[in-house]
């Protein structure tokens, strides 16, 4: 190397060039490859500065020596190995940043006069941004035809002018009525039976006009299960363009549409038949839109209500309706158009020839949904539930009263009842003393019912109070554990977490806990144990009786909680009760602030469980 630098360039011209090469150069001397010389671009390739120079390459930049340079550089220096290095990925700890850097690099053995190898060239260029842009593309290509091919809709590419079939997803062969051997096939030979038809015409045009093509509801005929067919759909041809403007390929796009087609030519057929029902009907009938602006009202609810077909029905509902309980129907109204689930709720329309009285009305709506699972419109119905309400009311005082005026009788019985069964256990007539106390318990069975009656009463009239006090939770539990444990079959057994002191009313919270534990001895007639847990987490109380009987149906299982409804099933006579006690118990966890809710398996048994929070705010 010194003699070519006598005799052909100066020293100093040597390294002008060295350090103005575009490229990063370096020179690694010796077999403890000392950096001799680095130009400023391999200095800012490894991200280093002017200090590395005269030090080791494995000392200036060590991180590199755990990647396999180590042995590259000593198959240059002593085979004599010249090595290319293409995208290859280094990572580099540059300006405090440890990031994967890739160079296209080329590791030359630098000689002697005597042909000796007496250290390595490097000249090396970055390509970290083309790699990453390259894998990018790479990602985006497969992402697309990832997307393309798991999508629901009809979706093909036609390639040139000649349509050729590119690419064709599962649903658009389907659609064909064809199966992949039309891929790379020209779309007028894979469908010859589109011939007459416009369709190849517009997807030649298109590589012409380069704009984009939508059809809505347009009709094909397309041969499938071997005969020819007659389909509508929703469709568009979307120009592909390269970077020069010009059009290569076309994405096509369709939703089949037959049957909406095919079922809106019905429903436009056979509407005027279902309107005349809807007139006919006592019932207020109604349909909106997906967003809940009504579309038709029948005419029953114009004789009744007074009002004009050319009113706005949605402000007409809004005048009549209770105006305290207006923005509370509406906040159930807007949830209903959001999840799709049925609208329900009872409300008071003002009396159309005496605005200062109201009747009670029943309001139903459920969604239609389209084939694609987006909510079409909602049907409704408003019914005249008023004198039922008179006589539901009639029946809560009736109760209320009868319950009431029983308590005083009853006390008297159980109290003759427990003074003969004393008079006969003196006696010694042990015999009758058993009856006198079975009588005595079945007076408690009477009381329990009469004291649901009661407290339903109390709930419906808004009567019920809540006693609040702070008391030991962990205590009440076992009290009611133990006390239910006295009269029954099955073994209770408590997984017990301290709880500590709660702010609630201790009779009323002692009323669930009771109502909880005696059915789920009474549902599970077969096993042999119930489990009561309690547990604290994130400031509420949560209280837990699991059964192992006869469970409820998923459908059911909401219902368990209103009142007077009882699980039915093959076993139901086998369980008394009037099913107030879940309805009561319910209202109680509610006015507590807190929630009570039921997981089971019909068949496995059930766990049900209230939360209260331990100190009320």
Not at 228 to 239: D, E, I
Request: negative net charge; aromatic residues 12%; glycine residues 6%.
């Amino acid at each position: 190397m010194k003699n070519i630098l006598d005799q052909n360039i100066s020293h100093d011209s040597l390294v002008t060039l060295f350090s103005q090469a575009p490229v990063a150069m370096s020179l690694l001397m010796g077999n403890d490859f000392i950096i001799s010389n680095a130009n400023e671009q391999m200095l800012s390739l490894w991200g280093r500065d002017t200090s590395v120079i005269g030090k080791s390459i494995f000392e200036a930049i060590p991180e590199i020596k755990s990647q396999g340079f180590e042995e590259i550089l000593n198959n240059v220096y002593y085979k004599a190995e010249i090595f290319n290095g293409n995208k290859w990925p280094v990572f580099l700890n540059k300006y405090g940043n440890y990031e994967e850097h890739f160079f296209n690099f080329i590791y030359s053995p630098v000689y002697n006069d005597d042909k000796n190898v007496i250290g390595v060239s490097v000249a090396a260029t970055e390509v970290t941004d083309q790699v990453i842009s390259e894998r990018k593309l790479i990602d985006s290509e497969y992402r697309f035809e990832d997307l393309i091919q798991k999508s629901d809709y009809s979706i093909a590419i036609y390639r040139s002018e000649d349509l050729y079939i590119e690419l064709a997803n599962e649903p658009m062969l389907r659609t064909w009525g064809k199966d992949a051997l039309v891929m790379g096939m020209k779309l007028e030979d894979a469908l010859p039976e589109l011939e007459g038809q416009p369709f190849i015409g517009i997807l030649k045009d298109i590589f012409k006009t380069g704009e984009t093509y939508t059809a809505k509801e347009d009709r094909v005929d397309l041969v499938v299960d071997g005969k020819l067919q007659t389909f509508y759909y929703n469709f568009s041809y979307k120009p592909l363009k390269n970077s020069d403007g010009e059009v290569y390929a076309i994405l096509n796009m369709a939703v089949n549409v037959t049957d909406l087609v095919e079922a809106r030519k019905e429903i436009q057929e056979s509407e005027k038949k279902y309107r005349d029902l809807a007139d006919s009907m006592p019932q207020f009938v109604w349909t909106s839109d997906a967003k809940g602006k009504i579309t038709y009202m029948n005419d029953n609810w114009y004789r009744h209500m007074g009002f004009h077909k050319d009113d706005d029905p949605n402000e007409a509902i809004r005048k009549v309706i209770r105006p305290e309980v207006y923005p509370g129907i509406i906040k159930i109204w807007e949830e209903s158009l959001k999840t799709g689930k049925p609208f329900e709720v009872e409300y008071e329309f003002a009396d159309p020839n005496n605005p200062e009285v109201y009747r009670w009305f029943l309001g139903r709506a459920v969604a239609n949904f389209d084939q694609n699972g987006e909510i079409s419109q909602w049907i409704g119905t408003f019914t005249d539930i008023d004198d039922f309400k008179q006589l539901q009311t009639q029946k809560d005082n009736f109760l209320g009263i009868a319950s009431h005026e029983l308590k005083t009788p009853l006390t008297s019985l159980k109290l003759y009842t427990q003074f003969i069964e004393t008079n006969f256990s003196r006696q010694g007539d042990l015999k009758n003393a058993e009856v006198a106390r079975r009588m005595n318990s079945q007076i408690d069975t009477l009381t329990e019912l009469v004291n649901d009656l009661l407290d339903v009463t109390k709930i419906q009239n808004g009567k019920i109070q809540l006693n609040e006090s702070e008391f030991d939770f962990d205590q009440l539990t076992e009290e009611v554990i133990v006390e239910q444990q006295m009269t029954a079959r099955h073994k209770i057994i408590f997984y017990k977490k301290e709880i500590g002191k709660v702010t609630a009313d201790r009779h009323r919270i002692s009323q669930v806990m009771t109502n909880l534990i005696s059915n789920a001895i009474k549902y599970s007639p077969d096993a042999d144990e119930i489990i009561v847990s309690t547990e604290l987490k994130d400031g509420m109380v949560k209280f837990s009786v699991r059964d192992f009987g006869i469970g409820i149906p998923q459908d059911k299982q909401q219902k368990v909680f209103e009142q007077y409804y009882r699980v039915s099933g093959t076993k139901e006579h086998t369980f008394p009760g009037l099913g107030l006690g879940l309805y009561i118990s319910s209202e109680i966890i509610k006015r507590t602030g807190g929630k009570i809710y039921v997981h089971s398996v019909e068949g496995n048994g059930s766990d049900f469980c209230f939360e209260i929070p331990k100190i009320k705010i």
